[in-house]
């Protein structure tokens, strides 16, 4: 089992009313190594939320998460930190490249989070790159990718790590819908070739079918 | 691809963005540099000073009115030298000038000097300081007038002690004139003003003033030590005789007249010894007769029946017998003056009865008994007496001249010791002689013996280590460095965050860099580190460019130093310097400082969630460090009201000025914490007007509007809150007097009696409504804020307190009552000494002992700054030998009249008078000048206060720009708009002036009440309104230059 959670729940703060707003209820999900998963539901269902808490960007108020046999629960932000690095590659609806860095550059970035950045990193990098189609931008800066390439290179920078895990938080969204398509073949392909479980929120039902499941939540629970 | 590589990538790629922290770096770097190196600066110039004005000079001895032979310190292998002062003028008598160093040399003197460079002068010749004759626009060649006083061997305040008109006048040709080099700026206190001085041939000047061998000075570039083996009885003052008697025996006195009471103590110890004490009284009377000015002895002869009388009997000669047809068993009584303050005398009188009458032939009947009275006993004739006391010529009779004539100076009757003791004693000693048997010692052995009983620090000859004291004033002095960087802290501070804000906006614009960084893996320090060791690399270049400005800066502040500002560092000649420890401090301090200035500035960012901070949000979440709670307002506003009463309760002034300004600073934080609260408040309330939702985006950015508030109102704060103590010359001041003087040559008349104005032919009708209060002067370090040292040996004044009594306005403490309870200006003491009420300063008395004097009493801005004030009485206990006042108050209803009257009567004492407020506001000018540079540099502060007002808005629209297309797109004209940007900032800027100015002088209306000052309201007005409505120009530019352009076209770019 590569990730658990187990009776998490979490809600909000209202700033207008100072009420709290439930967003997750007594969520109960297993997710075995190698899988491919889509999480989908209407806007504001918790999708986001759920994400950030398997990424461990957030905490749960109640409940347990497991990563690889691991309770995250107690864990300090350095120790999820350490986590995020070794385990999680994150893709976001915004490729977030660092502009004064080259394409090499960005995907090397997350080495630089482990105590001890491997010594193929580059290797690994720039054959990674390879098999996105871009060896021959490593030194181009993001301004000078398309839409798509920079998408490409934040899928790279998030397998860099070797994470047992990829979140990818709508990472179609600001894309067309070929970019759309070969970007979601892309990262299917390198999730097999990789053996990483794919967790990706999408509002579409085409890239949600392409997945080995669906998570559906609705009302903040799992439908 | 290392940490280091992103480091120095993202600074190239972001270098536009860090402009702003570059500018604030190298502004900060550039005053705090600056103003170490005017520190630097300063005391180079002070080291420098130091150096020409002692040369070679390690230690030395000042004898000041006591005079040693020359020989011995020859033989300590130290420089002899008399130190005097006087005045000198042109030849022409067009120019005086007054307390002129003059100075009798000789070539061991000018191997002292810093070049070593030797002066031979001729009997006739002089050479003087450049600053002497710049005043007398005299050259080599030319001639001047010295006019100083002849030293007395016995304080001419002593009862006997000769005529007060002993001057010397001596014309001399300039052989030539000494650059600082040379010696030019020989001064042994410490102090950065050269003094006008004069150097005359060592033996000229003792013949002329006849000394003979005598010096009353010795330097030395070793450690000198005046050796026991040197000294000789002539050191102490001392004469040994043998008289003879009815016994043989060995006589010791003193050319002072009075033996020194502590010399006498030990000369009585020698085995057989006694003591006598020899007075001049005014008359003797009888019931049968009198006689005019006689001799009288008082000796205790224990082993001599026939001359022992208890105190009540007195034993005369057949002489006066005869005068008087007294026979034994009558009464008689003796008149004679007793010594007052100053030269006052009163006439009092004692009534003995005849014991015994010895007849002339007795042995005992000898004018060895007389010591020398100057004016007396050097004169042939009765009637040609100078006692120095007002005589009654007439009452002299022939046959008191045939007593002269035969007798001389034989006394006419003998009391006991104890009995003329309790006549006679005053400060100056008790005992006239101190005798002993003479067994038939060796002369020469015994005058040794004696000798070595004797310590030279018992009349005062202390060996005083000039160049520790002056590295000591140098090291303690006004520390520019410090000084400056408290005047341009607020432009540091401003220039801080004005980096900090720019930096913000720059991170603010990368925050989903951060949030991708956290997510990724970095842990919140690595982010962090990495982010300020970027905003470091900026800095280092900023502080780098910032230590080259520095530079700059610091010759603009000498140059402000040495011209518009000369009142702070009077007399100073400035020499740049910048060390570089002082370098590299400054660096390593500007950047530690920008750094945790950022790092403090940042922390509420880095602590907003990744997730927040992905999608460029760093607002949410920051609820945990912000207080919803108006307790710490409540809080600091109990502390600034509890100061205020707390600092009028103090009598500390150092205290109250720091309670006082803590007390307003807390006020303004207090207003800033209710106006984060309003702030936070505000976000829930319901915006119906376009001005509330103008308002409501100041609370949007709480930090930004509150940094802007507070830079605003820290700067009109600090700049209103230090002008208040601008000050001008007040009567209370001045203590009411018009008229402030200094004589070169002691005036030891009392110009308030008859006899005093009549001394001088002073015009009594002219004089009718004049006081004059006199002082004593002790010789010492000048404490007033125009000496940049630190004083060592604060110039000791004294003066009958009940002549001041409710003249003065007091900081603190009042008159002092008790002896050795003394006064000074609070300027003085806090600034110049380092003192408040309560503490006490180290002075050594005539005897060489240490003595305490206690600060009791602070004058608000007085003109009695540089000097420590103590009663006449304590001051005479200490230095008995003080003779005449040197410093002068004067009260007058015709100020200018007297002034120049006084000053033509007193010429050859060497007065210089000048109105009390003249030299009030000389020294109020040096505080008046530092507010003036803080003013400047605190403007300055404000003024980029205005400019971050300026990019505040230009950011706010910018990042706004959307929903300002909106609101066009709405139907809101761009006017409206521009009205809307301009209100809510015209209220950051209003409020921030408002907060300032208030807590400003509610922090000094106090103090200035009970300082009797007012505040300056016309100037602070004006620059209050200035600061407003250049805010409101740079406001307006930034809305009109951001709000150009269509805005409707970014919600379509959206």
């Known amino acids: 089992m590569l990730l658990q959670l187990s009776h998490v729940s979490k809600s909000y703060t209202d700033p207008g009313s100072g009420q709290s707003v439930p967003v997750l209820k007594d969520i109960n999900i297993s997710i075995e190594a190698g899988e491919s998963i889509a999480i989908v539901g209407p806007s504001g269902c918790g999708k986001s939320t759920l994400l950030n808490l398997f990424g461990t960007l957030d905490t749960p108020d109640s409940g347990e998460i497991r990563l690889d046999g691991e309770s995250l629960t107690k864990c300090t932000t350095e120790q999820l930190a350490s986590v995020r690095s070794r385990k999680i590659g994150f893709i976001f609806q915004l490729h977030h490249l660092m502009p004064q860095c080259s394409v090499l550059e960005n995907v090397l970035l997350p080495t630089l989070a482990l105590a001890q950045p491997p010594s193929d990193a580059r290797q690994r990098a720039e054959h990674l790159l390879s098999q996105v189609g871009l060896k021959d931008r490593m030194a181009w800066k993001p301004a000078q990718l398309s839409g798509g390439e920079r998408q490409r290179v934040a899928v790279v920078r998030a397998l860099i790590n070797q994470p047992r895990l990829i979140l990818a938080d709508e990472p179609t969204g600001a894309l067309d819908e070929k970019n759309a398509e070969a970007l979601t073949t892309l990262l299917l392909d390198l999730q097999k070739t990789t053996s990483t479980t794919l967790v990706m929120v999408t509002h579409h039902p085409a890239q949600a079918a392409r997945m080995s499941r669906v998570l559906k939540i609705h009302e903040g629970r799992l439908a | 691809m290392s940490r280091l590589s992103l480091i120095l990538t993202s600074a190239r790629h972001y270098w536009n963005g860090h402009l702003g922290l570059l500018f604030g770096a190298f502004l900060a770097s550039a005053i705090l540099s600056g103003s170490l190196f005017v520190g630097d600066s300063v005391r180079a110039s002070l080291r420098r000073v130091a150096a020409f004005r002692l040369g070679q000079i390690q230690t030395g001895v000042l004898g000041g009115d006591r005079w040693f032979t020359e020989k011995l310190a020859r033989e300590s292998q130290s420089a002899p030298f008399i130190f005097t002062t006087g005045s000198a003028s042109a030849e022409n008598g067009n120019v005086r000038v007054n307390n002129a160093q003059i100075l009798g040399v000789n070539n061991s003197f000018w191997s002292l000097s810093p070049s070593e460079k030797k002066i031979d002068l001729g009997s006739n010749e002089i050479a003087i300081n450049d600053t002497l004759a710049r005043k007398l626009n005299a050259k080599t060649g030319d001639s001047i007038l010295l006019r100083l006083e002849r030293p007395s061997a016995i304080s001419r305040d002593a009862p006997l002690s000769g005529s007060t008109n002993e001057q010397v006048t001596l014309r001399r040709t300039i052989a030539t004139i000494l650059p600082p080099e040379d010696f030019g700026a020989f001064q042994l206190i410490a102090s950065q003003i050269t003094p006008d001085t004069a150097f005359v041939s060592l033996s000229d000047l003792q013949k002329q003033i006849e000394m003979e061998e005598r010096v009353n000075g010795a330097l030395s570039a070793l450690p000198l030590a005046l050796s026991a083996e040197k000294r000789v009885l002539e050191d102490f003052g001392l004469k040994l005789t043998r008289v003879s008697g009815s016994q043989k025996e060995w006589e010791i006195s003193t050319s002072r007249v009075f033996l020194d009471p502590i010399l006498a103590e030990k000369l009585l110890a020698t085995p057989q010894a006694y003591g006598a004490l020899t007075y001049l009284v005014n008359g003797i009377t009888s019931a049968k007769g009198g006689t005019p000015y006689s001799m009288i002895t008082a000796a205790d002869r224990m082993q001599r029946s026939e001359v022992k009388s208890d105190k009540s009997e007195v034993t005369i000669t057949q002489w006066l017998a005869d005068d008087h047809n007294l ?51 050097d004169v042939d004739n009765c009637r040609d007496w100078e006692p120095g006391i007002p005589m009654d010529m007439k009452a002299i009779r022939d046959k008191d001249e045939k007593y002269w004539d035969d007798y001389k100076g034989t006394p006419k009757g003998f009391i006991s010791l104890a009995a003329g003791q309790k006549l006679w004693k005053n400060r100056f000693g008790a005992h006239t002689a101190i005798r002993f048997p003479d067994s038939g010692q060796d002369e020469a052995a015994l005058k040794q013996e004696i000798v070595s009983k004797l310590q030279l620090s018992d009349i005062g000859l202390v060996v005083r280590n000039f160049k520790a004291d002056a590295d000591a004033a140098a090291k303690g002095s006004v520390d520019f460095g410090g000084l400056f960087i408290g005047l341009s802290l607020f432009l540091i501070a401003a220039a801080l965050i004005f980096a900090a804000l720019l930096f913000l906006f720059t991170l603010e614009r990368r925050a989903s860099q951060i949030g991708l960084l956290l997510a990724i893996g970095w842990t919140p320090k690595n982010v962090r580190r990495v982010l300020l060791l970027e905003a470091g690399v900026i800095a280092i270049v900023g502080v780098f ?69 992905i999608d460029g949000s760093i607002t949410s979440d920051l609820s945990r460090l912000t207080s919803h709670s108006n307790l710490p307002a409540h809080i600091t506003l109990l502390i600034a009201l509890t100061l205020i009463p707390a600092a009028m309760a103090s009598s500390n002034p150092m205290a109250v000025s720091g309670m006082f300004f803590g007390s307003g600073m807390l006020l303004m934080v207090t207003g800033l914490l209710y106006l984060r609260r309003w702030m936070q408040s505000d976000r829930n309330s319901l915006s119906q007007t376009l001005t509330q939702i103008g308002l409501r985006n100041i609370s949007r950015r709480t930090s930004r509007s509150l940094a802007v508030i507070g830079m605003m109102a820290g700067g009109i704060f600090l700049v209103v809150a230090v002008n208040a103590f601008r000050m001008d010359a007040t009567d209370s001041g001045a203590g009411g007097f018009a008229l402030i003087g200094e004589s070169s040559l002691p005036v030891y008349e009392d110009l308030n009696s008859k006899s005093g104005r009549e001394a001088f032919a002073l015009d009594e009708e002219l004089l009718t409504q004049t006081t004059v209060v006199p002082f004593r002067v002790r010789e010492g370090d000048d404490a007033s804020c125009l000496n940049l040292n630190r004083a060592q040996k604060p110039q000791l004044v004294a003066v009958d307190f009940i002549k001041l009594a409710d003249r003065f306005a007091f900081a603190s403490g009042s008159l002092p009552q008790q002896p050795l309870e003394a006064l000074a200006d609070q300027a003085t003491a806090m600034w110049g000494l380092g003192k408040g009420v309560g503490d006490t300063i180290d002075y050594i008395a005539a005897d060489g002992s240490t003595f305490q004097v206690k600060l009791t009493g602070l004058l608000a801005g007085s003109v009695l700054q540089g000097k420590v004030i103590i009663n006449e009485a304590s001051y005479l206990a200490k230095y008995p030998d003080a003779a005449g006042y040197r410093f002068f108050l004067i009260g007058s209803d015709k100020p200018d009249q007297v002034s120049a009257h006084l000053t033509r009567q007193l010429e050859q004492r060497g007065l210089a008078l000048e109105p009390a407020k003249q030299r009030l506001e000389a020294f109020l000018a040096v505080q008046n000048t530092y507010i003036g540079i803080f003013t400047i540099l605190g403007g300055l502060g404000v003024l980029l206060g205005t400019a971050g007002l300026g990019v505040l808005v230009a950011r706010h629209v910018l990042e706004r720009k959307g929903e300002l297309g909106l609101m066009q797109a709405l139907g809101f004209r761009s006017g409206a708009l521009r009205t809307m940007i301009l209100g809510e900032h015209a209220t950051l800027l209003v409020i921030g002036v408002l907060l300032g100015s208030f807590t400003a002088a509610l922090a000094v209306l106090p103090a200035l009440k009970q300082g009797g000052g007012d505040l300056p309201l016309p100037f602070l007005a004006t620059l209050i309104g200035g600061i407003l409505l250049l805010g409101l120009v740079i406001c307006l530019l930034a809305t009109v230059l951001a709000v150009r352009g269509k805005l409707i076209e970014s919600i379509r770019r959206e």
């Not at chain 2, 009464?331 to 015994?356: H, I, N």
């Open chain 2, 327 to 377: 026979q034994v068993g009558d009464d008689l009584t003796l008149k004679y003056f007793t010594v007052g303050l100053g030269r006052e005398l009163k006439q009092q009188e004692a009534t003995f009865k005849v014991s015994k009458i010895l007849p002339m032939t007795d042995p005992e009947v000898t004018k060895a008994w007389t010591p020398e009275f100057p004016g007396v006993s």
């Open chain 2, 545 to 613: 460019l910032g230590i080259l400005g520095g530079r700059f800066y610091t010759q603009l502040a000498l140059d402000g130093l040495s011209g518009a500002w000369n009142g702070a560092a009077k007399g100073l000649p400035l020499v740049f310097e910048a060390s570089l420890t002082t370098q590299i401090a400054a660096s390593i301090g500007t950047l530690l400082v920008v750094l945790l200035t950022l790092g403090w500035a940042s922390r509420k960012l880095f602590a907003t969630p990744a997730r927040h901070l």
